[in-house]
């Protein structure tokens, strides 16, 4: 089993990486099947079922879809050149391409909520559409986003999930259980063993750039959090808090005022200002989703700012045992809200947010694993219910508490040798069936939970 390092994080834009940057990249995937058609097309057309459909608009799912049509990518996405496609669009009821020529596209009509249909392979479904002069459909594919802008067609998800069909790589653990006895044997650190495996993939300059990469953008999204006010959009009014908490933190310094607990403020106002300017559709990486980036970001500049020793050319080694811990968990359960609840989102990063810093703090990996579970079995049952189908409430402070969460379970497990009661295996196996008997209602189409017990308008 092999999950890159860049399939765990991903460059993209808020504020959903299954509800936004998945229907996007499923759309411009469309696009390359519709240019490889042996007839003319016409128009397009998409309808959105499951959890794309319940909160597909507070997800921005409608406009991402639309912007994928049109060619747009969440890695390379520019605002006003989206916001400009998107007028055009809904003036013109075209969508231009150079090849294709002026497609017929009417959001009103052709972009369908179905909310009765549900698809069998995964929540988050929906189906593209190809139609000629007549409107009639003449191509057709259905695509699931199945969480962190993964995203399948029916027959690719058919064929068994995310399946890697490339060269062999030196370490290819499926389980906690493997990778510790790889580590044993070979003497090599998690990270290690990880940086082996993309080596062998990418080669070792893809690595050190595209990591570098990765946390340049986490830190710039913390940065503009932390100095961007206003409310954020949707409707349910709610105001960024990152800024202020930050001013009123930097005022405090050196002034002997704070109790030592105000450390937790400077962990959670990193999360909520990755949060924020996710939930403001701003560029943020998933880690492992958008509804859950701020919480490895967080607690990496936890590490570096406030902790003695801290060296920002150990972040690869921070990620890389983070990426492992997120590999584990989506190919063995879900790092899906709509399949399996928060605790699959937040729950999932909170793990691997503990273990790469366990990690980079001098953990074996034996510690790191032991960091990993005790961060993954306090968020067992998370519902996910955002108010509204937007990422917001109670998504942001929720990623705040998941960074606190990561930071304790990794001192908690320097704190012993790495043996402890419960293995992370058996952590995963219960989230994943936790998330099976779990409701519909607290699986990410705000049907139930908070989303419909406070007010929302």
Same mark, same amino acid.
């Given at each position: 089993m092999f999950l890159s390092v860049f399939d765990m994080f991903k460059v993209g834009v808020g504020p959903s990486s299954s509800h936004t940057m998945g229907p996007m990249l499923a759309a411009a995937r469309f696009l390359e099947t519709v240019r490889g058609a042996p007839f003319g097309v016409v128009g397009l057309r998409a309808s959105l079922h499951g959890s794309l459909a319940f909160t597909g608009v507070g997800h921005a799912t409608d406009?991402?879809?639309?912007?994928?049509?049109?060619?747009?990518?969440?890695?390379?996405?520019?605002?006003?050149?989206?916001?400009?496609?998107?007028?055009?669009?809904?003036?013109?009821?075209?969508?231009?391409?150079?090849?294709?020529?002026?497609?017929?596209?009417?959001?009103?009509?052709? +972009?369908?909520?179905?909310?009765?249909?549900?698809?069998?392979?995964?929540?988050?479904?929906?189906?593209?559409?190809?139609?000629?002069?007549q409107g009639d459909v003449i191509l057709q594919e259905t695509y699931y986003s199945i969480g962190g802008g993964f995203v399948l067609t029916e027959a690719e998800l058919a064929e068994g999930r995310d399946t890697d069909d490339g060269p062999a790589v030196p370490f290819p653990f499926h389980s906690a259980a493997q990778m510790l006895e790889?580590?044993?044997?070979?003497?090599?650190?998690?990270?290690?063993?990880?940086?082996?495996? &993309?080596?062998?993939?990418?080669?070792?300059?893809?690595?050190?750039?595209?990591?570098?990469?990765?946390?340049?953008?986490?830190n710039a999204c913390i940065d503009r959090g932390l100095t961007t006010g206003?409310? +954020?959009?949707?409707?349910?009014? %709610?105001?960024?808090?990152a800024k202020p908490i930050h001013d009123a933190l930097q005022a405090e310094r050196g002034m002997n005022l704070s109790a030592p607990h105000v450390i937790n403020d400077w962990i959670s106002v990193y999360a909520l200002a990755v949060n924020e300017e996710n939930a403001a559709g701003g560029q943020v990486v998933t880690a492992p989703t958008n509804g859950a980036a701020g919480v490895v970001p967080a607690v990496i500049r936890y590490w570096l700012d406030h902790v003695p020793g801290a060296s920002?050319?150990?972040?690869?080694?921070? +990620?890389?045992?983070?990426?492992?811990?997120?590999?584990? %968990?989506?190919?063995?359960?879900?790092?899906?809200?709509?399949?399996?609840? $928060?605790?699959?989102?937040?729950?999932?990063?909170?793990?691997?947010?503990?273990?790469?810093? $366990?990690?980079?703090?001098?953990?074996?990996?034996?510690?790191? &694993?032991?960091?990993?579970?005790?961060?993954?079995?306090?968020?067992?049952?998370?519902? $996910?219910d955002p108010v509204k189908g937007l990422v917001q409430v109670p998504c942001i402070e929720r990623n705040g508490l998941g960074a606190i969460k990561a930071v304790s379970a990794a001192s908690l497990a320097l704190r012993g040798d790495g043996q402890h009661f419960v293995p992370l295996d058996a952590c995963i196996e219960t989230m994943r069936q936790t998330g099976r008997d779990m409701h519909e209602h607290y699986k990410e189409t705000s049907l139930g939970g908070l989303a419909v017990n406070v007010p929302n308008c």
């Open positions: 406009r991402a879809t639309v912007l994928g049509l049109a060619g747009f990518r969440p890695d390379s996405y520019d605002h006003d050149k989206a916001e400009a496609a998107l007028e055009a669009i809904h003036r013109t009821h075209r969508i231009p391409h150079a090849d294709l020529g002026d497609l017929r596209f009417d959001p009103k009509r052709d +972009l369908i909520f179905d909310y009765d249909t549900q698809l069998p392979g995964h929540a988050n479904a929906m189906i593209l559409m190809a139609t000629d002069a790889m580590a044993r044997d070979s003497g090599k650190t998690i990270a290690g063993m990880k940086r082996d495996n &993309e080596i062998s993939r990418g080669g070792r300059d893809r690595l050190a750039s595209g990591t570098a990469r990765i946390w340049e953008v986490m206003g409310t +954020l959009p949707g409707g349910l009014g %709610v105001r960024r808090r920002p050319t150990r972040v690869e080694e921070f +990620l890389l045992t983070a990426a492992a811990i997120g590999g584990l %968990v989506k190919y063995n359960a879900s790092i899906s809200g709509a399949e399996a609840g $928060c605790q699959a989102e937040v729950g999932s990063a909170a793990a691997m947010a503990a273990a790469g810093l $366990c990690a980079v703090l001098g953990g074996t990996p034996e510690q790191i &694993e032991n960091a990993a579970e005790i961060a993954l079995e306090h968020h067992l049952g998370m519902t $996910c």
